[in-house]
C-alpha cells in the first residue's frame, strides 16, 4: 500500500472523446507526476506537477493536460482521444526523490 | 537523450540467484531506482542507489556504477512470487525514465 488512489480503475472510450483521470496523493507529497504505460512497454513520463505548477513534461502533445490541486488530488486531462492513448496511466506522488505509483487506471480506446 | 537497456527476457529455477544489468545514459542523475510490477498492477519499489556501490535488502541486492552508467539488480532464493517484469529507472531532474524492463520468470 502506497498511499496514492486513482480513479477509475477502468475506462472505455471512443476515439475524438475526452477523459479525466484522478490521483489523490499522501499528505505531505508536494509532487505528483504522471506516466503512461503502453502494453508491454516501460511507464512514459507525461508530466509532472510540484506545488500546483508543471515542473516538468515529457513527449506528449499539449492536449495531454493535468492540474494539481492543494488537496494533493490532480487530474490528468486528454482531450481528442486516439486509439494509440489505449494504456495504463499511472500517477506517482513524492515527498522528496522516491516516488510511490497508484495502482493506475486502464484506458481502453476504441 | 535518454537510454535504458536491459535483457528482455531471463528465466531461473527456485532457489536460484538471478543478476539483472542496467546500463543507462541520462541528461540530469539524482540516483536510480529498480521497480517490480507484476502484470496489470503498478510498479512497487524495490531499491534506490544514489551512491556508488552495493545497497543490500533482504533477499534483494543493487549495485550502482555511475562512472559507468550501470547497475544491476540481485535476486537471491528466488520464489515463485519473485516471476514479474523488473523496471530499472534513473531519476533525471524531474522524472523517472524506464526501459521497457525485464520480464523475470521463475521455474520450478
Known amino acids: 500500500e502506497t498511499g496514492v488512489t486513482q480513479s477509475p480503475t477502468h475506462l472505455i472510450k471512443t476515439r475524438g472523446q475526452q477523459v479525466t483521470l484522478r490521483c489523490s496523493s499522501q499528505s505531505g507529497h508536494n509532487t505528483v507526476s504522471w506516466y503512461q504505460q503502453a502494453l508491454g512497454q516501460g511507464p512514459q513520463f507525461i508530466f509532472q506537477y510540484y506545488r500546483e505548477e508543471e515542473n516538468g513534461r515529457g513527449n506528449f502533445p499539449p492536449r495531454f493536460s493535468g492540474l494539481q490541486f492543494p488537496n494533493y488530488s490532480s487530474e490528468l486531462n486528454v482531450n481528442a482521444l486516439e486509439l494509440d492513448d489505449s494504456a495504463l496511466y499511472l500517477c506517482?506522488?513524492?515527498?522528496?526523490?522516491?516516488?510511490?505509483f497508484g495502482p493506475g487506471t486502464r484506458l481502453t480506446v476504441l | 537523450g535518454q537510454n535504458i537497456d536491459q535483457p528482455t527476457e531471463m528465466t531461473a529455477t527456485e532457489g536460484a540467484i538471478v543478476q539483472i544489468n542496467c546500463t543507462y545514459q541520462t541528461s540530469g542523475f539524482n540516483g536510480l531506482f529498480w521497480y517490480q510490477q507484476h502484470a496489470g498492477e503498478a510498479p512497487t519499489f524495490l531499491s534506490y542507489n544514489v551512491l556508488d556501490g552495493l545497497e543490500e535488502k533482504g533477499r534483494f541486492s543493487s549495485f550502482l556504477s555511475r562512472s559507468k552508467g550501470y547497475s544491476y539488480l540481485l535476486l537471491k532464493e528466488l520464489q515463485m512470487k519473485d516471476s514479474a517484469s523488473y523496471l530499472c529507472a534513473p531519476l533525471g531532474a524531474n522524472n523517472l525514465f524506464f526501459g521497457t524492463g525485464t520480464r523475470l520468470t521463475v521455474i520450478p
Open positions: 506517482a506522488s513524492s515527498p522528496g526523490f522516491e516516488q510511490f
